[in-house]
């Protein structure tokens, strides 16, 4: 039966583990274990054994994966997330995002520096991943802008929530946000590059490149967020769905 003193170590050194644990997305080293719970490295193997041995008492006693230490940013940003999608962009706090990543606030600042950093970061891990290298557009501008737009259908599907919530808490998070750039307002720009390339190849009627962008992604947004959501109807298909727009789009800037 271990003595007091024994259990008390154990205690210190594996709340010494879990910190380390969540302080760093690379392994611990046992000398920074030692060094953690301020006691010797022999102490440390006697009483706990080696570091594989204090991170499987770490996943038995706190779920943490004894083999692969968490990646804390990729759990806090997850947990983020996960409370962006219930309560809206601003409502969260910081508490709030420490506790659903079950770590300490202190690990949330120190990784994001504070709420407009974890934003930022946010903002970057959660964006559409749009086709825009010379493989990826090397079609004709129907396939292409078919490529683009079924892309952000997809990403708006998968992401229905937070850009539900990100649209109705505009007002409320505008000024906080305008140096940030979501998602949308990225995409927008985007949209709008590629429209203004294919007007300077002579592909496209010449008008303003961000008003056509912005009613391209008015139709995006109507068929995969605001008919699904508010109408009540099935998600559409993304691939079917883009050709349609595409073609009902082009069919408006063609050439004469």
Sequence with gaps: MPSQYDQEIE???????????EETAVPFTMDQLAA????????????????????????????????????????????????????????????????????????????FGDRTGLLRRFFQAYEPHLPVTEAEMSGDLATNLTKLVAALIQFILENQDIIQHSFSNALEWRDEMIGLRPFHQRSLSRVATFLQSQMDAGKLRP?????????????????????????????????????FITNLFLDGLKQP
Excluded: C
């Design 207 to 243: 008008i303003e490149p961000q008003k056509a962008a912005a009613a391209l992604l008015g139709m995006i947004l109507s068929f995969s967020l605001v008919i699904p959501i508010y109408y009540k109807t099935a998600n559409p298909e993304p691939q079917e769905t883009a050709v």
């Design 36 to 111: 953690k719970a301020g006691i010797s490295r022999a102490t440390l193997y006697r009483q706990l054994g080696g570091k594989k041995a204090i991170l499987k008492r770490l996943a038995d006693e706190h779920g943490l994966d004894e083999l692969n230490q968490p990646d804390i940013p990729s759990r806090i940003l997850q947990a983020a997330r996960t409370l962006f999608a219930q309560q809206g962009l601003m409502a969260p706090t910081m508490e709030q995002i420490a506790a659903e990543a079950n770590v300490g606030v202190a690990t949330v600042y120190r990784h």
């Design 11 to 21: 205690i210190q050194v594996l709340n010494a583990a879990r910190e380390l644990v």
